[in-house]
């Protein structure tokens, strides 16, 4: 039996999810389900009010594990692409509070994560950015459409740039709501769950609703005419071999 790529634990009316896949929670098809899958058991889990996700060690996720997609071949793409869209609706809609307490780089995949949480503690250390482009894969419908509701004017810029911000610069956009120490990212986070937690359930699930409502439309109605072009393209064979000069690259330090 493989690893667990997560872990859940509770404090008080708060559960924390956190991602420990590897050094750099690495996000792949396992995580992705795991992860649909303890949002459903918290969703339906009458002690728990709101939850927090965070990552293991000095990451909060360096994104999809790209040697992973290069390695596996074709026919993981689009497990991929439907795994990614599936989990980051899945965030983006639970109907409780959510707190990212994003500990460290939330990169790629990984800012979408963060993005998918209604609220975004930072550490002042951290970097965070959708770097897809950059990387040379296109987003699913869902990534996109989280990054939009996240970040609204700025998203273009931050999509086509590619670059990661540090913590004073996404606070000023609106991309996180708070900026906290290192150490006490996690508390932070906690504490503004706690308080999420406390308003009144279905007044918040039905806001929650209403707010979210056009980016869900958008997400339903694309991604039947554009995700499976993007697992094409995550899954093409130039697309392998531009992630493995840029893994080799990463490997060689330069």
Not at 129 to 152: D, K, N, Q
Not at 194 to 206: M, W
Not at 241 to 251: M, S, T
Request: glycine residues 8%; proline residues 4%.
């Amino acid at each position: 039996m493989p690893d667990s790529a997560l872990r859940v634990t509770h404090h008080a009316s708060v559960a924390t999810v956190t991602l420990t896949r590897g050094k750099v929670n690495a996000i792949d098809v396992g995580l992705l389900e795991e992860l649909r899958t303890a949002l459903e058991h918290l969703e339906h889990d009458d002690e728990v009010r709101a939850v927090v996700l965070t990552g293991s060690g000095r990451v909060f996720s360096a994104g999809v594990d790209l040697r992973l997609v290069v390695d596996s071949g074709p026919g993981y793409a689009p497990r991929l692409v439907e795994g990614l869209a599936t989990a980051f609706e899945a965030l983006f809609c639970f109907p409780k509070p959510t707190v990212a307490a994003v500990n460290g780089a939330a990169v790629a995949g990984g800012c979408i994560l963060a993005c998918a949480c209604d609220r975004r503690v930072i550490a002042e250390h951290a970097r965070i950015g959708a770097s897809e482009l950059a990387v040379g894969v296109p987003f699913p419908v869902a990534a996109l459409e989280v990054l939009r509701h996240a970040c609204g004017a700025h998203t273009e810029d931050l999509v086509f740039s590619g670059r990661l911000l540090d913590a004073h610069e996404a606070l000023s956009i609106g991309m996180v709501h708070e900026i906290s120490p290192g150490e006490k990212v996690l508390e932070g986070a906690q504490t503004v769950a706690t308080e999420l937690g406390s308003l009144a359930p279905l007044a918040y699930r039905l806001a929650k609703q209403q707010l979210r409502r056009p980016a869900l439309e958008r997400m339903r109605s694309d991604a039947a005419a554009i995700d499976g072009t993007v697992s094409a393209e995550w899954g093409a064979p130039h697309t392998a071999e531009r992630l493995r000069a840029q893994l080799d690259r990463i490997a060689a330090g330069r």
